[in-house]
């Protein structure tokens, strides 16, 4: 049952991320609505997953809402809010050194990762 509400949750998060994307050019520039859209979904994913994690701190959720919202709805809206828990968790838990590099190294890698894949392809 687990599954399935992570299911339910992920496709959920996925439309919203999709839904955000066709939002973001009826504001912004072709230029920038890419880059927005995938910013303001992180930011907003993180709100919420802040949210859900104090809610289930404090006793309001049960593991299905958790599994729906953290890992479901924010999951499928954006893994950065995933990463960016977990890079708290290790900095409240005084491994300042680790939340660092996992930072630099994530962002780092997964940049270089990209321009390795991508810095040879033809344009379309």
Do not use: H
């Amino acid at each position: 049952m687990n599954y399935l509400w992570v299911f339910i949750g992920g496709g959920f998060g996925s439309m919203l991320r999709y839904g955000v994307s066709l939002l973001s050019p009826k504001w912004f520039s072709e230029k920038w609505a890419p880059v927005i859209a995938s910013f303001g979904s992180n930011v907003l994913a993180c709100i919420l997953l802040m949210l859900v994690v104090r809610w289930q701190a404090q006793g309001l959720l049960s593991k299905s809402a958790y599994l729906l919202l953290a890992t479901g709805i924010c999951g499928g809206f954006s893994t950065f809010s995933t990463f960016s828990l977990e890079t708290f968790t290790l900095w409240s838990r005084g491994d300042y050194l680790w939340s660092i590099l996992n930072v630099l190294i994530s962002v780092s890698i997964g940049f270089f990762v990209m321009w390795l894949g991508l810095k040879n392809m033809p344009s379309a």
